[in-house]
Every structure is written in C-alpha cells, then in structure tokens.
C-alpha cells in the first residue's frame, strides 16, 4: 500500500511523466456506497418513522430514507417497524398511549399523494410523544417520482435541524475518486453520489491517477487534478454541462487546488520556478500570485470560512506540519506540534477547528485541532486514514481509510462518537463533501 502521507514521496509521484487518457463521462458509475455505522447508540434519542401511506401505484419508501438518514447521524435511534402498535399517516389517527408505551421520544407520521399535474406530493408531521402535539409538519413540493430521493433527504434535514438546533446535511453529495484492475486495464473514476452514498455516477475516467477533487462553494463545480499528454494539469468540471477547462499545466508539479469562499480564486500548489509553493489564481482571469516563497515544500492549502487565513503544510521546519498565514502575505505561523507529522489540514464550517492527518508512532489517523490553541483530539484510529473532509454543517468529518478490501471511506463526527464505514468494489479514496445547495 502507497504511503499518501510521506510528503516528498507524494509529491514526486505526482508528476510521473505517464500518458493517461482523460475522459469526461456523464454517465452512471458502479454500486452505491455500502454504509454500516459503529457506535452512537449511548445517548441517543429515540425516534419512531413510521411508514408513509402511499398510492399503490408509487413503489418508493420515503420514511425508510429518513429513517435511515437520521440513523446514520448517531444521534437517533429507530423503532423497528415490527415493534410498532400502529401506523398512523395523519395527526387525527395518532395515539400517543402507543407510542408512549414503546418509549419514544419523537414521531414522525407522512403521506404521498399524486398531484393535479401528475407529480408527487408529500406530507409530513414530526409530533412530540410526551406532549401530545406536533412540533413540525409540511407539505413538501410536488416532485418526479425520480426526485423522492432528493425530498426524502430533505425531510430528514428539517427533522434533524428540529430536534438538535444543527442544520442537516443529509440532502448534500460527496465526491471521491475510485482505483480498479491492474496493469494496463487499472483505472481511476472521480464520482460524485449523494452523502448517503446512493445514485453514484462518473465525472471523469483515466487510465492514470485522479487526485484533489475540490467543490466549488456554490456546488456548480469540481477542480481536480489529472493527466493530459504526461502532464498533470489542475481542471474545472461544470457538472450541470460536462464543461472542462484546464485551468492550469506547469511543467512539474501542478496539485491540490482548493476554492476561496466567494469562488472567484484557487490556491494550487506549483513547481514550475522553484521549489513547490502555493499559488493563489484568479478563475476568471488566470492571473497568479505566488503565495510562499521556501526552501521548504509548502502544498495543502485550505481557506478560512472568511477567506483571510490559508491553512496548509510544510516541512520548512523539518518535518511536514500545518501553518497557517493571512491570505494577503505574511509570515506564516506553526499550528501543529503533537506527533511526529501533521498534513492536510482542513478548515471547519466555522472556522474555530481544523481536521488534519496526525502521524504519532506511524499510524496516520484524524485528528482536530483547535485554532486557537493548537490542542488536538485524535476521532480515529489509524493506522492509515487521509483525506478529511467536513460535512457542510461542520458535524460529520468523511476520510479515506484502510478496510479488508483495500482503501474506502469512513465517517467519524466531531466528538469521535459515531462512526461509519462506506464500502464497495475496489479501492475508494480522496473523499470531498460538497457544499449546501444554493
């Protein structure tokens, strides 16, 4: 197995002069994510979904998405359907009594309906047991039976948001990139699925390595790194059209592109004059300004949610560790000390933490680490996990890690509580969750 995280290993493996064919594909990808959840159990509320009542003709299972989402969250626990003493899909037909004698906490109770136009409508209440009342209840939006994915994630997102004061981020997507075969036929997917892992489908293909997607913060977009005619080369994918721009080819290195929050620059890391150091770009233009100027290697770099810090890594003082600089220049500042390394770090949706690799004993695992004061907290275990990536609500943290099969993707929240894995054929790596929809 390649060590991602040895730095000057990484990074000369990414400009290996190798002819790849890049292809910008559209269509499906391979099997949803197969998701298990480990832990979460202590302390979590109980919740009972029951089943929506449906048309005959519609054959979709709204209630067990939402189920399964506020599951996965760790902070719910489900009443199984078999232990249910009814069925109610309206507020008159509820008897708290029942409820109240299977323990929960919370109910929620919907409906499906055709509607005049011929779409899909679909009701909901979220009642409080113990107070006999509703807490929630809408009518959400006439969709394609196609879209009752899309509806059900949302439904869970207000339901979550109701009961915990967090926004739900259930109703978001995540990009990764996938490794299959050997030899001559090994090749390198950048998909993107739903958060949940379901309707996976190709964004690009490459008989070469695919690296760094990055979303654009407005979700339209994905910057990521591959090959053309043996360069690496940092590209902008429009997901709604299949537009690909290559925004820039340096000879050398040309790696880890990351948005600022309005969207309009990047920062990339390049080799092409020195050493590798950071570049910030303007899209529109192309314009660059060279942001480091070291000896040392300097790549990584990641935006503060208000765009006037620049997190990124280092080995300027021997060993490869976060920095963190203003965005207009300055003398940068070392944030990390506990362990032997510290890398890719990754801002939160707040701004007050930042997810980063911790290398303690040669074990890579997720660590936080506080702005502030640089205390870090260790959520996994290693022995090679990479990548982290924040939910948009800043609760969730995805990674890469190393399962029985090879490389997948794993989930851990903020307080190391809950975690999960997601699994499928072949190697998963690199994950990036996209933003909130706009």
Not at 5 to 21: D, G, I, T, W
Not at 142 to 166: C, F, M, N
Not at 251 to 279: C, H, Q
Not at 338 to 343: A, H, I, L, R, T
């Amino acid at each position: 197995m390649r060590l991602f995280y040895n730095l000057r290993v990484s990074l000369s493996q990414s400009v290996l002069p190798v002819l790849a064919a890049l292809l910008v594909c559209s269509g499906p990808a391979r099997a949803a994510l197969d998701i298990s959840v480990v832990g979460g159990d202590t302390g979590a509320q109980p919740i009972a979904v029951a089943p929506f009542a449906t048309p005959p003709d519609i054959n979709f299972d709204v209630a067990g998405i939402v189920e399964a989402d506020l599951v996965r969250s760790g902070l719910f626990t489900a009443l199984p359907r078999a232990d249910m003493l009814e069925t109610p899909s309206a507020v008159n037909q509820v008897d708290y009594r029942n409820w109240r004698a299977v323990g929960m906490e919370n109910l929620v109770i919907g409906s499906l309906s055709r509607s005049p136009k011929g779409g899909v409508a679909v009701r909901f209440f979220l009642l409080d047991v113990y107070r006999g009342q509703q807490v929630l209840g809408f009518d959400m939006p006439a969709v394609t039976p196609d879209q009752l994915r899309v509806v059900s994630h949302q439904i869970a997102d207000l339901i979550y948001e109701k009961l915990t004061g967090t926004k739900g981020y259930f109703n978001t997507q995540i990009a990764y990139v996938t490794a299959s075969g050997y030899g001559l036929a090994r090749r390198f997917e950048l998909i993107v699925a739903d958060a949940d892992g379901y309707n996976p489908r190709t964004i690009a293909a490459s008989r070469e390595t695919l690296m760094s997607p990055a979303w654009s913060p407005d979700g339209k977009k994905l910057a990521y790194v591959g090959y053309e005619k043996g360069r690496s080369a940092i590209f902008i994918h429009t997901l709604a059209t299949g537009e690909l721009r290559k925004l820039v080819s340096e000879r050398g290195i040309n790696g880890a592109p990351v948005w600022s929050p309005d969207g309009s620059k990047m920062i990339v890391t390049l080799s092409f004059e020195t050493n590798p150091d950071l570049y910030l770009i303007d899209i529109a233009s192309g314009q660059r300004r060279r942001l480091t100027d070291h000896f040392a290697i300097d790549v990584e770099a990641n935006f503060s949610p208000d765009g006037n810090t620049i997190a990124f890594t280092s080995d300027r003082g021997g060993s490869a560790q976060v920095y963190l600089m203003p965005t207009a220049g300055g003398e940068p500042r070392r944030l990390t000390f506990q362990g032997k390394q510290n890398q890719r770090p990754r801002f939160s949706p707040d701004g007050k933490s930042i997810a980063v690799v911790n290398n303690d004993g040669g074990r890579y695992s997720i660590a936080l680490v506080d702005v502030q004061t640089g205390a870090m907290r260790k959520l996994s275990d290693g022995p090679l996990d990479e990548s982290p990536s924040f939910a948009p609500n800043g609760a969730v943290i995805i990674y890469s890690t190393i399962g029985r099969g090879g490389a997948e993707l794993a989930t851990v929240t903020v307080d190391g509580r809950v975690r999960q894995r997601m699994r499928q054929p072949g190697e998963v790596r690199e994950p990036a969750w996209g933003p909130y929809s706009r």
